[in-house]
T-cell receptor
Framework: KAGVTQTPRYLIKTRGQQVTLSCSPI?????VSWYQQTPGQGLQFLFE???????NKGNFPGRFSGRQFSNSRSEMNVSTLELGDSALYLC??????????????FGPGTRLLVL | SQQGEEDPQALSIQEGENATMNCSYK?????LQWYRQNSGRGLVHLIL?????REKHSGRLRVTLDTSKKSSSLLITASRAADTASYFC???????????FGKGTRLHILP
């Protein structure tokens, strides 16, 4: 089974621009979560999508948004980029249907640098 | 705020020794998970322990959970150079199902 894939792997943007990151989950997984990882704040949960619906959301401003398509692929969008948005963005998929979130499989991440 | 907090922040041990990392959290959980991350890459799931379990084993890994103290420990026995990585605990709240990661322990295995 192919793992979680994320594109692009690296990205450089300037302040004020917007960016869209893509994540393809493991085949059959319907839950996709996004995380932001920075040296200062560590790993922080952004949101989780399940069957095209946002299931849970972290404490990030509205500039961070996401969506999920019918094939479970997910995109994350950040508008009006700020320098502090520079981070490693990780996507994870899970086979969970109901019940608590359990094992997640992570992609390699997209490293975003905002200049 | 971060719920899971790992201790120590960094740990260096000789190859072959055992490594122990601790995680503390604040609220009620459904389960607690441990992940490993190698140098800025994606995380790899190691082991999950549910709130009604006290101990789990997987190969050279042993995890304990004490819900009364809101703490967990990860023991890696007979460490190897390949174990050099950052280790994170993650708790899943049984109130709102949100997952919170700690800031991790950086483990360095010395040859």
């Amino acid at each position: 089974k192919a793992g979680v894939t994320q594109t692009p792997r690296y990205l450089i943007k300037t302040r004020g621009q917007q960016v869209t990151l893509s994540c393809s989950p493991i085949s059959g997984h319907r839950s996709v979560s996004w995380y932001q990882q920075t040296p200062g704040q560590g790993l922080q949960f952004l949101f989780e999508y399940f069957s095209e619906t946002q299931r849970n959301k972290g404490n990030f401003p509205g500039r961070f948004s996401g969506r999920q398509f019918s094939n479970s692929r997910s995109e994350m969008n950040v508008s009006t980029l700020e320098l502090g948005d520079s981070a490693l963005y990780l996507c994870a998929s899970s086979s969970r249907l109901a019940g608590a979130l359990e094992t997640q499989y992570f992609g390699p991440g997209t490293r975003l640098l905002v200049l | 705020s971060q719920q899971g907090e790992e201790d120590p922040q960094a740990l260096s041990i000789q190859e072959g020794e055992n490594a122990t990392m601790n995680c503390s959290y604040k609220t009620s959980i459904n389960n607690l998970q441990w992940y490993r991350q190698n140098s800025g890459r994606g995380l790899v799931h190691l082991i999950l322990i549910r709130s009604n379990e006290r101990e789990k084993h997987s190969g050279r890994l042993r995890v304990t959970l004490d819900t009364s103290k809101k703490s967990s420990s990860l023991l890696i026995t007979a460490s190897r150079a390949a174990d050099t990585a950052s280790y994170f605990c993650a708790t899943v709240s049984n109130r709102d199902d949100k997952i919170i990661f700690g800031k991790g322990t950086r483990l360095h295995i010395l040859p």
